[in-house]
């Protein structure tokens, strides 16, 4: 089975900052690779799928970078609907298996 | 607009079973491989089974399989999940979600919750 890592487990930043977070596979996963949003008691959203193609209506602020085994979201200016878990999803192989998320909180 | 909508869950005791389904509405369901998701209370996302959109690939996780199945019917535009032996630990909130081919899930339900307790 594929393990997925995410660091941090939680960060608090203000709005405005630029906010990075690292995904891990253990063992290469190409680019199939998702970043999801969760709101507490929403669904989650996709953010980016194939590691670093923007969903669409999601703001430009969100990036994804990283192939093989790493990846990267980047959040380029938090804004307060920002606030949020993160988790990312690898799909190349079952079971699939989602990151442990990471907690974004305002400072 | 794609929609998908759970129904089923509810408080059940350990040991026994209970079904989950999930009405889509929006898509042509018969193109598309579809996924249960559970989410334990204060816990992350941890995926269950999905189903491909001819049914030549069921999957499980290891912590379901041989317990649960998970079944489609495209004439009615229905997923659905047989929860058997269901244990404390299968509480959850089960999310189904539509695959977008190759790139993961694109929609998901609201969800339906699932308590197991005696």
């Known amino acids: 089975d594929i393990q997925m890592t995410q660091s941090p487990s939680s960060l608090s930043a203000s709005v405005g900052d630029r906010v990075t977070i690292t995904c891990r596979a253990s063992?290469?996963?190409?680019?199939?690779l998702g970043w999801y949003q969760q709101k507490p008691g929403k669904a989650p959203k996709r953010l980016i799928y194939?590691?670093?193609s923007l969903q669409s209506g999601v703001p430009s602020r969100f990036s994804g970078s990283g192939s093989g085994t790493e990846f990267t979201l980047t959040i380029s200016s938090l804004q307060p609907e920002d606030f949020a878990t993160y988790y990312c999803?690898?799909?190349?192989?079952?079971?699939?298996?989602f990151g442990p998320g990471t907690k974004v909180d305002i400072k | 607009e794609v929609q998908l909508v759970e129904s089923g869950g509810g408080l059940v005791q350990p040991g026994r079973s209970l079904r989950l389904s999930c009405a889509v509405f929006g898509f042509t369901f018969d193109d598309y491989d579809v996924h249960w998701v559970r989410q334990a209370p204060g816990k992350g996302l941890e995926w269950v089974s999905g189903?491909?959109?001819?049914?030549?690939?069921?999957a499980y996780a290891d912590s379901v399989k041989g317990r649960f199945t998970i079944s489609r019917d495209n004439a009615k535009n229905s997923l659905y999940l047989q929860m058997n032996s269901l244990r404390a630990e299968d509480t959850a909130l089960y999310y189904c979600?539509?695959?977008?081919?190759?790139?993961?899930?694109?929609?998901w339900g609201q969800g339906t919750l699932v308590t197991v307790s005696s």
């Open positions: 979600a539509k695959k977008d081919g190759p790139h993961g899930f694109d929609h």
């Open positions: 194939a590691a670093s």
């Open positions: 189903i491909t959109w001819n049914r030549n690939t069921i």
């Open positions: 063992q290469g996963i190409r680019n199939d």
């Open positions: 999803l690898q799909h190349i192989s079952y079971p699939l298996t």
